[in-house]
């Protein structure tokens, strides 16, 4: 083997590396997907900021007319987390389906509004119900995976907090806030405490979640 033959293996996978390295967003985005949203942070505490994108599916067959005879985009909503990696991006989790379209007939109510949300490494999963209050999933990087390690909710009744649910599935406590104050006028609640231990084996995987709106916390 000549020396150029030695050279050109080890020079093709410097070339592969550094096109791994300089992806654009653009380039994970699945076929029949566009991007919706993008949220950047650092996910990984290494400075830089890194990238979620919630895309959309663009199925023309889920564009329908809604009860109030709208033309309305219920097509599904997904999240790919990507990390900085030098010039460019590297695929951290996935999951293309998981989110239902912001159109979704909420009933007499509002849909709520799904965001993310970057904060201590973590991945927050916050979805807001204006003055009824909000839920929120925290994910940390975990193994090569993103994965579920708080829950928490608060109820709200005329700006005034009914209960809150706290679930920590890393040291697999419940904590459920009640208020006890049938007078409470907003910062005067008088909240009861009940602690309960959690049973769970393995924490959920993000990219293993089919439906955020079926996501049921009330088992543990």
């Known amino acids: 083997m000549n020396k150029f033959s030695r050279i050109l293996p080890l020079f093709f996978l410097i070339i592969v590396s550094c096109n791994a390295q300089n992806k654009e967003l653009t380039d994970f ?6 991007a919706f949203q993008k949220y950047f942070g650092d996910l990984n505490k290494d400075g830089q900021d890194d990238c979620v994108l919630i895309i959309k599916r663009t199925d023309k067959n889920n564009v329908v007319i809604n009860r109030f005879e709208e033309k309305i985009d219920r097509n599904r909503r997904g999240i790919i987390v ?8 590297q695929l951290a989790d996935k999951n293309y389906d998981c989110f239902s379209s ?24 916050h979805y807001d119900h ?21 829950y928490h909710s608060e109820s709200y009744n005329n700006l005034i907090i009914n209960k809150t649910t706290n679930i920590n599935f890393l040291t697999k406590k ?9 007078d409470a006028e907003g910062n005067d609640e ?30 543990y």
């Open 29 to 34: 985005i699945p076929k029949g997907y566009v």
């Open 130 to 150: 204006g003055r009824y209050g909000f839920w929120k999933y925290t994910f940390r990087f975990q193994n090569s995976n993103f994965k579920l390690i708080e």
């Open 82 to 89: 990507l990390l900085k990696n030098g010039d460019g991006y």
């Open 190 to 219: 008088i909240f009861k405490e009940t602690w309960n231990n959690i049973e769970i084996k393995n924490l959920i995987k993000l990219s293993g979640i089919k439906d955020f709106d079926e996501l049921d916390m009330h088992i």
């Open 102 to 125: 912001e159109n979704e007939d909420g009933g007499v109510y509002f849909p709520p509004n799904l965001r993310i949300i970057i904060q201590r490494g973590n991945l927050i999963v």
């Open 174 to 182: 419940k904590l459920i806030k009640e208020n006890t104050n049938e």
